[in-house]
Structure formats: structure tokens, C-alpha cells
């Protein structure tokens, strides 16, 4: 049994059901919205495409008790960013939707690993550490999964190979402050300054407009189609393989830092080893002076947000 609960119907919860289904990452999938009829309507919708599955999927909406024996719980609910609407407003919103979802769900599903998708993805994680007692190993951010892979696609075009050959990741804050750790990226085992070196010497990676890149792949899609789903669901579906294989697998996700590169008690993206418990631990990316201060400054943008809202419990 691989059985996942989605939180949230809208655009990227439905996308990561049909993910989860189609791939065959799960075979029972529990779709929970408050919007009843568009769970139920996605569920359906689903579900009348099983005869084209790999395996057999079972695919219904429901209830937080439904959510009972999950082996993963994919939040993915709240609001998106409005027009006017600031980032601090975006955050408590989106707080307050997951105080009131947490406690239902972690009463149903208290042994499950719960990704948390919702955005702002580091504060929504961070807060959902403080008001339950799900163990810290079982509660995984998407964080700069995405921005990792929108870093990569860029690095994969602009040398013409496979993503796979590629390696590197964006840390920090899954927003603004984020940043790409420049002396640990990689084509292959050779740094991808000196490897751009080798092809065209005279055309160096302009690393900032490699990071505003990624930084603004999401807004520009908005911009073109009104929201992004498609390939944060792929994120989020990568992360329930991750833990459903139990092979060990470093990834760019949101964890509770204890001191790493002198952070503490926030939640942001470096690399993280996750596997079948949840996270393992990490790695410790040999930062320089200059990209050890940047996540600090990450941490801190995401402190300034924190300490600015409230939560049950706070």
C-alpha cells in the first residue's frame, strides 16, 4: 500500500493527484478540500482515466478521517498571492488556513510524512513544526525543489546536455533571497565556471542573471497562463518517490536548520538527505565565505516574516 492524502484541490493539489496516479507513485490516493464538490469533481475526473494507469489506482475524495494509515500528506492549500496583496499578508493568510488544517489532519494521519507545498513554502513549514508534534524527520518543505530544477533546465540549455549531468542547487529562501552556491555547481565533477571555460572563454555565466532567472520563472509563467502547477505537482511528486523508494536521495528542500552554516530555527533550503523515514540529514556543501553569509541573509529574511506573524500557540 502507497497511500497519499492531498490537501487542497486548486490547480497544484488535482495536478499532483493526477501526477501521483498516472506515474503510479501511489495506488490510493485521498483528495481533502473544503470545497467538497471540486474534490469530488477531481477525484472523478481521475479516476474515469484508470484504464490507462500503469496499476490500479483507487482515487476518491473525502474527509480528514479518510486520510487514516496515509503514508504521505501533501499540503498544498491556501491562497495564491493577489494583486497588492504583500508578502506578509500572503504569509498570515496562508497561516491561518494551515493552524486550522494541521490539527485535523495530524489527528488522522500522525505517522504519515507530510510535505508541505503551500506558499510561503519556509514559513509555512516552520510554523507547521511549532504547532504539531509530527516528528521533525517527517516534515519536508518543497523549498527550492523547483528553483533547483528551473537552475538546472537553464544550465542543461545553455551547455546543450542532459539535466542528469548537471549538479547543481539554489539555497535559501524560496523566494527573493534566494541564491545559487556557485562553487559547488557541477557539470559532471567540473565546475560549470571552468567548464564554460572550456566552450567559449570568452563568454562567462553572468551568475546574477542566471539567479533573477530562476528567481522569476514563476511570475513570468503567471504572467503567460495565470498561475504555475505543472511543474511544482512534478516537484512535490518527486519527493513522495523519493520517500516511497527508500533510496537515499539529496534534494533542495525546506528543513529545520539546528546551526548549519550559523542558521538556527528557520526553516530554508540546502541539500538534505531524505529517504523512506523522511529526512535523514544533510550534506555539508563546503560554502564559501560570500555564500555562507547569503543564506544567513535568507535566514534572516524569513526571520523578519516570522516574527511579524501569529499562529495558535505563538
Known amino acids: 500500500m502507497r497511500k ?10 488535482a495536478t499532483i493527484a493526477y501526477t501521483l496516479a498516472v506515474e503510479g507513485v501511489a495506488n490510493e490516493i485521498v483528495i481533502i478540500d473544503i470545497k467538497k464538490e471540486k474534490a469530488e469533481g477531481e477525484a472523478i475526473d481521475i479516476a474515469q482515466g484508470g484504464l490507462f494507469f500503469g496499476e490500479d489506482v483507487k482515487i476518491t475524495s473525502g474527509e480528514y478521517e479518510d486520510a487514516a494509515d496515509s503514508d504521505i500528506v501533501v499540503i498544498t492549500s491556501g ?15 496562508n497561516i491561518n488556513i494551515l493552524c486550522s488544517i494541521a490539527p485535523q489532519i495530524t489527528k488522522y494521519a500522525p505517522n504519515a510524512v507530510y510535505v508541505i507545498v503551500s506558499n510561503p513554502v519556509d514559513v509555512m513549514t516552520y510554523v507547521f513544526h511549532k504547532i504539531t508534534n509530527i516528528p521533525e524527520n517527517r516534515i519536508i518543505g518543497s523549498g527550492n525543489t523547483l528553483d533547483t530544477a528551473r537552475l538546472r533546465y537553464w544550465l542543461a540549455n545553455n ?31 567540473t565546475n ?7 566552450l567559449n572563454p570568452d563568454s562567462p555565466i553572468d551568475h546574477e542573471a542566471v539567479e533573477q532567472y530562476v528567481r522569476k520563472s514563476g511570475g513570468e509563467v503567471i504572467a503567460r497562463k495565470g498561475a504555475t ?14 520517500v516511497f523508494s527508500g533510496i537515499e536521495t539529496a534534494l533542495a528542500v525546506s ?60
Open 4 to 13: 497519499v492524502t492531498v490537501i487542497g484541490a486548486g490547480n497544484v493539489g
Open 255 to 314: 528543513t529545520m536548520m539546528h546551526g548549519e552554516y550559523g542558521v538556527d530555527d528557520v526553516c530554508l533550503s540546502t541539500i538534505a538527505i531524505v529517504g523512506k523515514d523522511g529526512i535523514k540529514g544533510h550534506i555539508p556543501a563546503a560554502l564559501t565565505a560570500e555564500e555562507e553569509g547569503k543564506l544567513q541573509h535568507s535566514a534572516q529574511c524569513l526571520r523578519n516574516v516570522i516574527d511579524q506573524i501569529t499562529w495558535t500557540g505563538k
Open 192 to 198: 560549470v565556471d571552468e567548464y564554460q571555460k572550456i
Open 159 to 189: 551547455f546543450s546536455i542532459s539535466q542528469q549531468n548537471v549538479h547543481a542547487y539554489v539555497f535559501g529562501e524560496h523566494g527573493d533571497s534566494s541564491f545559487v552556491p556557485w562553487s559547488q555547481a557541477a557539470i559532471c565533477t
Open 229 to 242: 502547477f505543472y511543474a511544482v505537482a512534478c516537484a512535490a511528486v518527486d519527493i513522495c518517490k523519493v
Open 79 to 93: 491562497m495564491a498571492r493577489k494583486p497588492g496583496m504583500t508578502r506578509l499578508d500572503l504569509a498570515q493568510t
